[in-house]
């Protein structure tokens, strides 16, 4: 069964390092999302990206974030300088316009 | 108001038992509605689609109330294995974004 596959699945980083998420899509799909989960709250969307563009972000989705498709299989989410407050699960997540299929996630550690 | 509410739990009941989660959202707008279990510290898994008729899939019955803005999720003959935080979803249209809920905790104790 095809699957959303993330890596790496525990990144530990400083304060004020870039890090980058990586993730590979379903291959037949044609949107891609990036989801984060604070550990004991919800899932909150983050970004949307169809057709080589970000169709929607939300408001956590600030300037220290990017995303980027930079081949045909891989999508990428990128952290300028990260902060403490950052350190989340990271979960990518892609979809052929009906049921988003989400990747096993990115734990990500700020010290 | 929160965009999709959940009674968070735990709810603790015996294998066998019947159980029920009841969800709200607020965005009378909202087309599509799912429930995802996720397992503790793992991603969300699509368990079933929410159709405005009413569907089953084996022990899982959904149920949509748009009047009500109201979704629900019964659970038969729970098994061990049913235990697992259940995630209330809604989308706004279709491949948009997906708001979850906060989420049901579920304990099945033998």
């Known amino acids: ?111 | 108001r929160k965009e999709v509410e959940q009674d968070p739990g735990p709810f603790n009941v015996p294998e066998g038992a019947t159980v029920a989660f009841n969800c709200t959202y607020s965005n009378s707008a909202s087309q599509s509605f799912f429930w995802y279990r996720q397992d503790c510290r793992k991603e969300p898994k699509l368990l079933m689609s929410v159709y405005s008729s009413g569907n089953e899939d084996g022990r899982f019955t959904a149920q949509l109330n748009r009047a009500s803005q109201y979704i629900s999720l019964l659970i038969r003959d729970s098994k061990l294995s049913d235990s697992a935080t259940y995630l209330c979803v809604v989308r706004y249209s279709s491949a948009s974004k997906i708001i979850f809920g906060s989420g049901t905790r579920l304990s099945i104790r033998p």
């Not at chain 1, 169809?50 to 989410?77: A, C, H, M, W």
């Not at chain 1, 009906?98 to 550690?109: C, E, H, K, M, P």
Request: net charge negative.
């Open chain 1, 1 to 111: 069964e095809p699957e959303v596959t993330q890596t790496p699945s525990h990144q530990v980083t400083q304060m004020g390092q870039e890090v980058i998420l990586r993730c590979v899509p379903i291959s037949n799909h044609l949107y891609f999302y990036w989801y984060r989960q604070i550990l004991g709250q919800k899932v909150e969307f983050l970004v949307s990206f169809y057709n080589n563009e970000i169709s929607e972000k939300s408001e956590i989705f600030d300037d220290q974030f990017s995303v980027e498709r930079p081949d045909g299989s891989n999508f990428t989410l990128k952290i300028r300088s990260t902060k403490l407050e950052d350190s989340a699960m990271y979960f990518c997540a892609s979809s052929n316009e009906n049921i988003q299929y989400f990747g096993a996630g990115t734990r990500l550690s700020v010290l």
